[in-house]
């Protein structure tokens, strides 16, 4: 699929492959976050239910990785939203990079929203 166009957006538009690329490689980081918020969660439940004063501990820690894990995931969130505006941007604007194309190859036109 590298190299390729990828029509997905529902609107004829095409997303050029290193985009892709860009986004796809964020949605993994995304992923292996929240996949190690899942043990986090698990494990803090695990030591909350064990009762022990060294687990209960132990907790504070975890509960503080699992806080900034979310902050990460936030602003992951946030930098894709910000590089898929700018995509659209550049890609209504006629900038030569490409980065998105109307499925016929030409140059979109850039929609004013109401304020």
Same mark, same amino acid.
């Given at each position: 699929? !590298? $190299?390729? %166009? &990828?029509?997905?957006?529902? +609107?004829?538009? #095409?997303?050029? $492959? ?8 964020? &949605?993994?980081?995304? #992923?292996?976050? *929240?996949? #190690? +918020? /899942? ?7 695990? +030591?909350?239910? =064990? ?5 209960? =501990? ?6 503080? !990785? %699992?806080?900034?894990?979310?902050? /990460?995931?936030?602003? %992951?969130? @946030?930098? *894709?939203?910000?590089? &898929? =505006?700018?995509?659209?941007? @550049?890609? =209504?604007?006629?900038?030569?990079? $490409? @980065?998105?194309?109307?499925?016929? $190859? ?6 004013? /929203?109401?304020?």
């Amino acid at each position: 699929m !590298e $190299g390729d %166009l &990828f029509s997905g957006l529902g +609107n004829g538009t #095409q997303i050029d $492959g290193k985009v892709l690329q860009t986004f796809q490689k964020s &949605f993994v980081e995304v #992923q292996n976050v *929240l996949d #190690q +918020n /899942r043990l986090l969660i698990n494990e803090i439940n695990q +030591n909350h239910e =064990s009762k022990i004063p060294d687990n209960l =501990s132990r907790n504070v820690g975890l509960i503080r !990785e %699992l806080n900034n894990n979310i902050r /990460r995931v936030v602003d %992951l969130y @946030a930098d *894709l939203s910000t590089s &898929f =505006s700018k995509s659209m941007d @550049a890609s =209504s604007e006629g900038d030569s990079s $490409g @980065a998105l194309r109307s499925s016929d $190859g030409k140059a979109g036109h850039k929609r004013s /929203r109401p304020v």
